[in-house]
T-cell receptor, first 115, second 113 residues
Framework: DAMVIQNPRYQVTQFGKPVTLSCSQT?????MYWYQQKSSQAPKLLFH???????NEADTPDNFQSRRPNTSFCFLDIRSPGLGDAAMYLC??????????????FGPGTRLTVL | GDSVTQMEGPVTLSEEAFLTINCTYT??????LFWYVQYPGEGLQLLLK?????DKGSNKGFEATYRKETTSFHLEKGSVQVSDSAVYFC????????????FGPGTRLSVLP
């Protein structure tokens, strides 16, 4: 089945220790997104890629970086995690219809704990 | 800017009760509208969507109708089950703004046996 996969499902890191979360998709979608979600609040968009074009949200901290080496994979790097970065991180993808992004499909998320 | 407002939760119902979760939106363009559901510890799953006025989205007994005149997209289900307990997010995608979704704050539903 076509899907969005996130690894790991649970990640524990120490304060200030870099961590990388990964996302892969078999949907062949052009657009990939990273969201941060805290305590079942609405997901907050961090950035997205439209093919290789990177689009950063204005209020995303510099501590968060992303890489998309190919269509299928996208990575979220947190350079120096703080306690406030503990959250669920959601990856999503969407295709393009009529020149704009269509429905977003989400992965299961990675729960990040910062000790 | 665009925004989505949902009814405050949590909503607690008995099994087989009728469900309505209100959603209203503000958009400058002609948005597509979505309902997503999130079960505990999981990502968001698309529940249903509608792309133009008067469209009705439906899935798994849930339905919602795109009402342009009232800028609403209320979610309904005739008979809820315990397994419907989750957080429900209303969202819009405004084509004039490009690729980003706007999510409502979410409504937590608890269904008691």
């Amino acid at each position: 089945d076509a899907m969005v996969i996130q690894n790991p499902r649970y990640q524990v890191t120490q304060f200030g220790k870099p961590v990388t979360l990964s996302c892969s998709q078999t949907l062949n979608h052009n657009v990939m997104y990273w969201y941060q979600q805290k305590s079942s609040q609405a997901p907050k968009l961090l950035f997205h890629y439209y093919d290789k074009d990177f689009n950063n949200e204005a209020d995303t901290p510099d501590n968060f970086q992303s890489r998309r080496p190919n269509t299928s994979f996208c990575f979220l790097d947190i350079r120096s995690p703080g306690l406030g970065d503990a959250a669920m991180y959601l990856c999503a993808t969407s295709g393009i219809q009529g020149g704009v992004a269509d429905t977003q499909y989400f992965g299961p998320g990675t729960r990040l704990t910062v000790l | 800017g665009d925004s989505v407002t949902q009814m405050e939760g949590p909503v607690t119902l008995s099994e087989e009760a009728f469900l309505t979760i209100n959603c209203t939106y503000t958009a400058t363009g002609y948005p597509s509208l979505f309902w997503y559901v999130q079960y505990p510890g999981e990502g968001l799953q698309l529940l249903l969507k509608a792309t133009k006025a008067d469209d009705k989205g439906s899935n798994k007994g849930f339905e919602a109708t795109y009402r342009k005149e009232t800028t609403s997209f209320h979610l309904e289900k005739g008979s809820v089950q315990v397994s419907d307990s989750a957080v429900y997010f209303c969202a819009l995608s405004d084509r004039s703004y490009g690729q980003n979704f706007v999510f409502g704050p979410g409504t937590r539903l608890s269904v008691l046996p």
